[in-house]
């Protein structure tokens, strides 16, 4: 029996999700194909913890989703809400932008990410908000493959 949990999650928590950010993190560094990236791991996380803190501490600028395993989390999702209009897109005056999405490497194939997915669009949908956006990097065909199953498809390649 699956006894993970899905929730919203505040800036308490950011300081759990290093080892999430850095198996993702490094993921990329073993399938981008453009590199480099930032090598050193405790720079990366203390960048990436600081952008997770300066939105999560501003007024409605985004949200945290944790999938905890009893009280070990094992997957993140950091959604950073944006004001429109975008100067390409016709996107609405208010959207998201899944930032970061990240499953424990000893959790994947389980559902996770895309119960995390569904979680996401449920909040957004509260939120009254209807266009999202994300990036995938280049070479990450699992995470590519994952969206494209939920509906999204590339726009851009770079």
Do not use: C, K
């Not at 499953?103 to 949908?125: H, M």
């Not at 999202?132 to 590519?144: F, H, I, R, S, T």
């Amino acid at each position: 029996m699956d006894n993970t949990t899905i929730s919203l999650a505040g800036a308490d928590r950011l300081d759990e999700l290093r080892e999430l950010w850095l198996a993702m993190h490094h993921h990329h560094q073993r399938v981008a194909t453009l590199q480099p990236l930032v090598a050193d791991d405790e720079i990366s996380w203390r960048r990436r913890r600081t952008r997770y803190l300066g939105w999560l501490m501003a007024d409605d600028e985004a949200f945290l989703v944790i999938a905890d395993s009893g009280s070990t989390p094992v997957g993140y999702a950091m959604v950073h809400l944006l004001r429109g209009p975008d100067d390409t897109w016709p996107l609405a005056d208010r959207y998201a932008d899944i930032y970061s999405l990240s499953v424990a490497p000893d959790a994947r194939d389980q559902g996770i990410g895309t119960r995390l997915l569904e979680f996401i669009d449920a909040e957004l949908s509260h939120r009254e908000i209807t266009d999202v956006v994300l990036a995938v990097m280049v070479g990450n065909v699992d995470a590519q493959r994952l969206y494209e199953g939920r509906g999204f498809r590339p726009a851009e390649t770079g």
